[in-house]
């Protein structure tokens, strides 16, 4: 009995409650000479002189909730553990112990009230706690639940609807990456098998590659049209999350007034001789771009290609 129901080192008394009530101390009646056998189950003298305190038959959890809240007696003294929870199933247990941490404040010597934790209603209070413990990927959905009847369900059929909320969420999840990750390796290989697209600049006479010709081919059309507007100043946080035919539709507007600026400054410019174009390096005002030399078809296919994947 000590193994299954001391404290452990750091534990926290709720924690240490709900552990002593899956251990079965509902179940253990006990004499106040009997308990005070137990010896130091608490790690708190408080708590530990109180369990053995009444001479009568008990059972060893009416003992435990009566001794913390004598300890205790105010409950603002006694928190649940800090910090957020990183599984539903963590978050079920965290649950439990705001039910037990509602007990230890019970009238014990009502009848009415639950003796179970799984029974206690989850309160709006209690269900708040929750909902500020859960991590991010949780939190939002977790906030716009509530109850539609009066009566505030048990703490047992909460914790069954957030396990029906986890295995969906995870089935669905699943089966998304699955279709995506095959969708994506039959793109890859569609494009791996595609022509090389070439262009032909008239001013210089010489023949440019295309943005897959030039490396990107280890890249999906996506990462193409990420990097070309990243390399044109683009807050590139705006843009992540956004589907790819929103990129598209940036980089063709980008390209529009490109074509706009380049057709306003031949006009000036002096006649190309023939030979090889100046290299990077000599045209310092020349900004790179990783698209140039890619046909508008050729992006309206990766646009295509990637717009029921959004």
């Not at 305190?53 to 009416?62: H, Y």
């Not at 991590?135 to 029906?164: C, F, M």
Request: a neutral charge.
């Amino acid at each position: 009995m000590q193994k299954d129901f001391s404290r452990l080192p750091g534990e926290h008394i709720i924690t240490w409650l709900l552990r002593c009530w899956d251990n079965g101390a509902s179940s253990l009646e006990l004499e106040g000479r009997e308990a005070k056998q137990l010896g130091s189950l608490s790690r708190e003298g408080g708590i530990d002189k109180a369990i053995g305190k009444k001479a009568q038959a008990l059972s060893l959890w009416r003992r435990l909730l009566s001794s913390v809240r004598e300890r205790y007696p105010f409950s603002e003294d006694v928190v649940c553990r800090p910090g957020k929870w990183t599984t539903m199933e963590r978050g079920i247990q965290y649950l439990r112990e705001l039910a037990v941490r509602e007990m230890v404040y019970y009238d014990l010597d009502n009848t009415q009230l639950p003796a179970d934790p799984d029974e206690v209603q989850c309160t709006r209070p209690m269900w708040r706690k929750f909902v500020r413990s859960a991590p991010s990927s949780y939190a939002n959905s977790l906030a716009v639940i509530d109850w539609k009847s009066e009566e505030a369900p048990t703490v047992d059929e909460v914790a069954g609807r957030l396990r029906q909320y986890e295995e969906s969420l995870s089935s669905s999840l699943v089966s998304a990456v699955e279709k995506l990750s095959q969708d994506v390796r039959q793109l890859k290989e569609d494009i791996s098998y595609s022509p090389p697209v070439q262009t032909r600049i008239a001013a210089v006479g010489s023949k440019r590659f295309s943005a897959l010709e030039r490396g990107y081919g280890a890249y999906t059309p996506r990462d193409i049209l990420w990097f070309y507007l990243r390399d044109h100043g683009e807050d590139m946080r705006k843009w992540d999350g956004k589907p790819t035919s929103t990129l598209w539709a940036r980089v063709h507007e980008l390209q529009g007034k490109t074509t706009v600026q380049r057709d306003s400054s031949r006009k000036n410019a002096a006649p190309v001789s023939t030979g090889q174009p100046p290299r990077p390096s000599e045209r310092p005002d020349r900004t790179y771009d990783p698209l140039e030399g890619t046909s508008k078809s050729f992006l309206q296919e990766v646009s295509s290609d990637y717009d029921e994947q959004d």
